[in-house]
Every structure is written in structure tokens, then in C-alpha cells.
């Protein structure tokens, strides 16, 4: 079947402006899960959604990141003035009850 | 948090050759996951292992939970095996969260 999906794959912007990634997991999925990789790191978890709520969002680094799944399937990655240090890789994971996560193939950010 | 640290940082074979990744966590896990990062940035899932022994083709995962440590063994290596290789863990007792912690990754180049 078909894997975790994310649009778009790349996203050049401009220090300031406003971004949306977005993430297709894996039809069935209940959790969803939103991770950032810098060059030459691991990737980094940002949140966890359960459903349609978010579970933990103890990643976002500051008020400036947002994310929702208002059905419980697609998620939007929302980042407002973004600044030249967001630029990296998001990846987006989802999972069943077996909890064992698979990766979709990111969305580079990169601000100008 | 759960400290995960992942040896050899590089690691240079030629083809044909086997070789043993380690990767050291520091606190009880309920999940234990191995990634193969290609040069594309895809994350592939290899092993969701978090305790025993699995094999899958030229590769095989053994996790000790006990000593906390799992070990990726790769035989016959082929110049598609190159990569980064990543251990990831869920640490025990982290609530409502099942995000993944990545440990600092295994460059590995087969060369033919």
C-alpha cells in the first residue's frame, strides 16, 4: 500500500514569511508524528498526534510552530516568521497500535 | 532524557565484507527501531526490535534490553548498503508519548 506521503518536497522562502508542510500518513493510522533533521543530525521529535489531538507537543521549539489533524488523517505543519535557523528537513512518521513508525520523505525547508 | 549513542560514528568497508553496529541506550525502552537513511534522505525501516533476535536477508538486529544495547549486523555488504544508519528509541515510562529518540547515526561507505 502506499507509505506516509509530504508536500511539498522542497520550500524555499523568505526570513518572515509563513509556511505550511503537510503530511499523508498511512491510511488507518491513528498516530502521526512531525520530526525536524538538521545536516548531519538525527531527527529531532517535534509532536504526536493521537487521533485528532495533539498528545504531546513537547518538541516545537517555540510558539512560532504549530500543528493540527482536525480529522485525524492529514496534518499541517504550520510555521509563522520563520527564520533562517528553521531551515532543515521535516519528517513526518504515522504508526498503527504496533507503534513501530514509518517515514515519509520530508519536506526541506529552507529560509532565505 | 534517554541518551542513545551509536558506534562506529563512520565506518568505510569494501564489498563483500561484513560488519557489527552498536548502539548504547541509557534507560529501559518499550520500542527500539534501526533506519537505513539513503543518500535521498529516505528513512527505510529495517528492524522494529525492542528486545531478541531478528534477521532479514544479509541483515540481522539482536537487542539486549537487560544491558541495554542492540546490535545491526550487516554480511555481504553492497555498495547499496551506504548510508547513515540510524537506532531509535521510545524510553519506558514516557506517558502518553511514543516519539522516537535517534542516536547520533552510523555513516557507513561500501566501496566496490
Known amino acids: 500500500g502506499a507509505g506516509v506521503s509530504q508536500t511539498p518536497s522542497n520550500k524555499v522562502t523568505e526570513k518572515g514569511k509563513y509556511v505550511e508542510l503537510r503530511c499523508d500518513p498511512i491510511?488507518?493510522?491513528?498516530?502521526l508524528y512531525w520530526y525536524r533533521q538538521s545536516l548531519g543530525q538525527g531527527p529531532e521529535f517535534l509532536i504526536y498526534f493521537q487521533g485528532t489531538g495533539a498528545a504531546d507537543d513537547s518538541g516545537l521549539p517555540n510558539d512560532r510552530f504549530f500543528a493540527v489533524r482536525p480529522e485525524g488523517s492529514v496534518s499541517t505543519l504550520k510555521i509563522q516568521r520563520t527564520e533562517r535557523g528553521d531551515s532543515a528537513v521535516y519528517l513526518c512518521?504515522?504508526?498503527?497500535?504496533?507503534?513501530?513508525?514509518?517515514f515519509g520523505p520530508g519536506t526541506r525547508l529552507t529560509v532565505l | 532524557g534517554i541518551q542513545v549513542e551509536q558506534s562506529p560514528p563512520d565506518l568505510i568497508l569494501q564489498e563483500g565484507a561484513n560488519s557489527t553496529l552498536r548502539c548504547n541506550f541509557s534507560d529501559s525502552v518499550n520500542n527500539l527501531q534501526w533506519f537505513h537513511q539513503n543518500p535521498w534522505g529516505q528513512l527505510i525501516n529495517l528492524f522494529y526490535?525492542?528486545?531478541g533476535t531478528k534477521q532479514n536477508g544479509r541483515l540481522s538486529a539482536t537487542t539486549v534490553a537487560t544491558e541495554r544495547y542492540s546490535l545491526l549486523y550487516i554480511s555481504s555488504s553492497q555498495t547499496t548498503d551506504s548510508g547513515v544508519y540510524f537506532c531509535?528509541?521510545?524510553?519506558?515510562?514516557?506517558?502518553?508519548?511514543?516519539?522516537?529518540?535517534f542516536g547520533t547515526g552510523t555513516l557507513l561507505a561500501v566501496q566496490p
Open positions: 491510511s488507518g493510522h491513528t498516530a
Open positions: 531509535a528509541v521510545e524510553q519506558a515510562g514516557g506517558g502518553a508519548t511514543n516519539k522516537l529518540i
Open positions: 526490535i525492542p528486545s
Open positions: 512518521a504515522s504508526s498503527s497500535s504496533s507503534n513501530e513508525q514509518f
